[in-house]
């Protein structure tokens, strides 16, 4: 669902299948090149990593399969089985550097802007800048550079740099998203793997208002 909503704003996402049981495996697979990527598609489960629910570089049919079993087996750990879809595949990601970026509903402010590197960065260094929407552009650049990590962004020790415009493309699309539907109440891409090229949003989640 998220997906679609991404999609509808501008926001390219990679290729994927939704499996809902073991039999779809097949068909799911045909239409997408290996490696692969498999996630839990379940509401119940917030953080698929920490639950078991994702599966990484599934390179043929028999490995797709068992992984698919261990994931629901792992979903049925935390919730029942008809509350879990299936898991969603998709191709495994070109490297970059992972960053985060979000919308969080604060009921002061309205919807706040998120950016940060992934990993380490945000989850030990709490590295993160935020912003009150709607975004100008220079919001959206002194976002992007006023965390500590923008260094790694722009090229260190050989690495090239990444594409920062995809970065404010993605930034500049979550005010528009967060105004215009009142009822999202958190909005967290994690990972976006940002390339020399261009950006994968690997991950995405919406929360919406209990009511």
Excluded at 5 to 23: E, F, K, S, T, V
Excluded at 119 to 128: A, H, P, S, T, W
Excluded at 156 to 165: A, T
Aim: contains cysteine; glycine residues 8%; negative net charge.
């Amino acid at each position: 669902e998220s997906r679609n909503i991404l999609q509808r704003y501008g926001l390219l996402l990679p290729q994927a299948a939704l499996i809902r049981n073991i039999d779809e495996v097949g068909q799911a697979t045909s239409k997408i090149p290996y490696p692969l990527a498999m996630k839990v598609v379940c509401p119940d489960i917030i953080h698929k990593s920490d639950a078991g629910g994702i599966k990484l570089n599934l390179k043929g049919n028999a490995e797709v399969r068992e992984a698919f079993e261990e994931i629901m087996a792992n979903a049925c750990k935390v919730t029942t089985r008809d509350r879990v879809i299936g898991a969603l595949i998709s191709p495994m990601a070109a490297e970059g550097q992972e960053c985060i970026i979000g919308m969080i509903r604060d009921p002061q402010f309205g919807p706040v802007i998120m950016f940060g590197l992934g990993g380490i960065f945000v989850e030990v260094l709490k590295d993160v800048s935020f912003r009150v929407a709607p975004l100008a552009d220079h919001d959206i650049d002194e976002m992007i550079k006023e965390i500590k990590g923008y260094k790694v962004l722009t090229g260190i020790r050989g690495e090239k740099p990444k594409d920062i415009g995809a970065i404010r493309h993605i930034l500049a699309k979550l005010p528009d998203m967060a105004i215009d539907n009142p009822e999202i109440k958190e909005i967290d891409l994690n990972p976006v793997i940002i390339h020399e090229k261009g950006a994968s949003i690997v991950d995405s989640r919406m929360i919406l208002e209990p009511n």
